[in-house]
């Protein structure tokens, strides 16, 4: 494994239960600023498709159109703060 692909491997590692704990109300927002400080849009790609399917795997928080709607909310405003168009404050 190279070395960037292992790095990208732990960062998905550490930070794969972030967005379950932020769709369910246990961290704020700004528990995302060390995945948005990355600018990297496909690694947050990859943390937001992992966070899908660890949720959507889970069974007492089955992927519901509400809860799918907050989560691609969350995403759209992650990638609009990648991108420079927004903050998190």
């Known amino acids: 494994?190279?070395?960037e692909a292992e790095n990208y491997l732990l960062f998905l590692i550490t930070h794969h239960d972030r967005m379950h704990h932020i769709v369910r109300g246990e961290y704020p927002l700004h528990a995302l600023?060390?995945?948005i400080n990355?600018?990297?849009i496909d690694l947050f790609n990859a943390f937001f498709l992992s966070s899908l399917v660890m949720i959507s795997?889970?069974?007492e928080d089955q992927?519901?159109?509400d809860l799918a709607n907050r989560l691609f909310i969350i995403k759209d405003l992650c990638f609009r703060i990648i991108k420079g168009e927004?903050?998190?404050e």
Do not use: F, N, Q
């Open 38 to 40: 990355r600018k990297d």
């Open 63 to 65: 992927i519901l159109e």
């Open 86 to 88: 927004t903050t998190l």
């Open 57 to 59: 795997a889970l069974g």
């Open 33 to 35: 600023k060390d995945v």
């Open 1 to 3: 494994m190279s070395p």
